[in-house]
């Protein structure tokens, strides 16, 4: 899954071709209207006219920076040192919910012993080319630790 590839910057280069098309996403768009009145994008909202007003709030890129940053908040945060080694065990046993953009009840985990995905919590969403926007078809769906078993060895090692 592409935290990027979900965004208006491509769609709009697939054109017509790109109407009704289906994706995974684990965040919220900040261009469906649906979202218009959470505290999260309102919040970024607020936040990305203050620093970056040349930036497009709608744009997917930019949302999915805006929730890798709080992210490493979070982390940054919840490690005990800020030494390269606590920083990175900290992020390897993660649990977060309610950062950046992420949907109402979903949920970043990570696991050191076993599962370093993150984002394995996500919604189907289907874009429209006249809204501009993604909107989830169906309800969340949980992979929380499983990415690794059905993910080919040599793209987890290397």
């Given at each position: 899954?592409?935290?990027?590839?979900?965004?208006?910057?491509?769609?709009?280069?697939?054109?017509?071709?790109?109407?009704?098309?289906?994706?995974?996403?684990?965040?919220?768009?900040?261009?469906?209207?649906?979202f218009?009145?959470?505290?999260?994008?309102?919040?970024?909202?607020?936040?990305?006219?203050?620093?970056?007003?040349?930036?497009?709030?709608?744009?997917?890129?930019?949302?999915?920076g805006?929730?890798?940053?709080?992210?490493?908040?979070?982390?940054?945060?919840?490690?005990?040192?800020?030494?390269?080694l606590?920083?990175m065990?900290?992020?390897?046993?993660?649990?977060?919910?309610?950062?950046?953009?992420m949907?109402?009840?979903?949920?970043?985990?990570t696991?050191?012993?076993?599962?370093?995905?993150?984002?394995?919590?996500f919604?189907?969403?289907?874009?429209?080319?006249?809204?501009?926007?993604?909107?989830?078809?169906?309800?969340?769906?949980?992979?929380n630790?499983?990415?690794a078993?059905?993910?080919?060895?040599?793209?987890?090692?290397?």
């Open positions: 899954m592409s935290g990027t590839c979900t965004s208006k910057t491509l769609m709009a280069i697939a054109g017509e071709a790109g109407n009704d098309v289906l994706t995974v996403l684990p965040l919220m768009d900040p261009s469906n209207p649906a218009a009145s959470s505290p999260a994008v309102t919040l970024y909202k607020e936040k990305l006219a203050k620093f970056a007003p040349t930036a497009d709030p709608g744009n997917g890129i930019v949302a999915y805006w929730t890798a940053g709080a992210m490493l908040q979070k982390i940054l945060e919840d490690s005990p040192k800020l030494t390269r606590s920083v065990e900290t992020a390897r046993s993660f649990t977060a919910s309610g950062i950046g953009l949907p109402k009840g979903a949920k970043f985990v696991n050191i012993k076993n599962d370093w995905f993150l984002g394995e919590q919604e189907i969403v289907q874009y429209s080319t006249t809204k501009g926007y993604f909107s989830p078809v169906g309800g969340a769906i949980d992979f630790g499983k990415t078993s059905f993910t080919p060895k040599a793209l987890i090692n290397g």
